[in-house]
Nanobody
């Protein structure tokens, strides 16, 4: 499965962006899909994940109420990011895992729960 994240850009604080994660070689209906980000000088962190069916979604506390993850029948997973803050600045990656629900040993964003990783897209939020 090949993944490609896109939709990043430069925005001002308070504005919105929508990232997309396209896949080939597989179908998102059988995969969980997560979004991760890595800010300069920081470790990668999980942002959001959606189950294979789309029935369950998970978010890191810092984005709850601002970000929304979704998937469509065209094999694309979206991350709608509203009310962006400068601390959201990072390279955003999508990843997919061969399981029904997000998580590995209770951690929604454990790397071991994801088998495929895409290239990142840069999101820059200016103050």
């Amino acid at each position: 499965v090949q993944l490609q994240a896109s939709g990043g850009g430069l925005v001002q604080a308070g504005e919105s962006l929508r990232l997309s994660c396209g896949g080939s070689g597989g179908t998102f209906s059988s995969l969980v899909t997560g979004w991760f980000r890595q800010a300069p000088g920081k470790e990668r962190e999980g942002v959001s994940c959606i189950s294979a069916t789309g029935g369950a979604t998970y978010y890191v506390d810092s984005v709850k109420g601002r970000f929304a993850i979704s998937k469509d029948i065209k094999n694309t997973v979206w991350l709608q990011m509203n009310s962006l803050k400068p601390e959201d600045t990072a390279v955003y990656y999508c990843a997919a895992g061969r399981r029904h629900d997000c998580g590995y040993n209770g951690d929604y964003f454990d790397d071991r729960g994801y088998d495929y990783w895409g290239q990142g897209t840069l999101v820059t939020v200016s103050s």
